[in-house]
């Protein structure tokens, strides 16, 4: 029994990985309701049952598509964005934006299990507890650099003003998803720009330098 035990897990980081991988490619390339137990099994080498022994559910292989969704997005950002000085909220919400609209099954995935996530016995329940909190701390943290550089309203709270983003944003996405009659990526940035108060700044910034030069 112990021998075993060593030997399912013996390798338990790797086959984890090569798991979600599997799952991960099964949602982006024809969608969550397609995806098997049996077919992620094959793609990441391993028999069904030794798969299930480290994820012992369906749901509890999408969770593991959308944390490995999650890495690869911030990866990506992180690529994109490593020379820039400063991060701008405009530019998160674009590139967001832009990647959900090139590919839509990972947000379907994730619209379809926030209301299973309801359920706190679910396994997509915690999942989203720090989904949602990494999401809301970095957009604090984004909106209090901007309004350092003075292009966020100064008497926004930056901890509500995130939560006003990050509804708007999955407001907006949830909508898209129904619709697809609207440009994501332009309302979501120019929601973005609203709710930080920009255009206001903007003007206040365009009158201060023709006041100037008097």
Known sequence: MNGRTRGQGAKTPERRAAIARAALDIVTEVGHRALTTAEVAARAGL???????HFPTR???LVAALELADADRADHYIAEHAAAA?????????DFASAAVRNDHVIRLMAAMTAAATDDT????AYFLSHHAQALAGLALVVRAEQQAGVAH???DPEETARQLLGMWLGLESLWLLRQDFDLVASLTSAFRRITGRPLMEQRALLDRVVGSI
């Open 122 to 125: 679910h396994p997509a329940h």
């Open 59 to 61: 749901d509890h292989l």
């Open 86 to 94: 400063t991060v701008r909220l405009e530019g998160m919400a674009e």
């Open 154 to 156: 100064p008497e926004l």
């Open 47 to 53: 028999s069904e049952r030794a798969m299930l022994y």
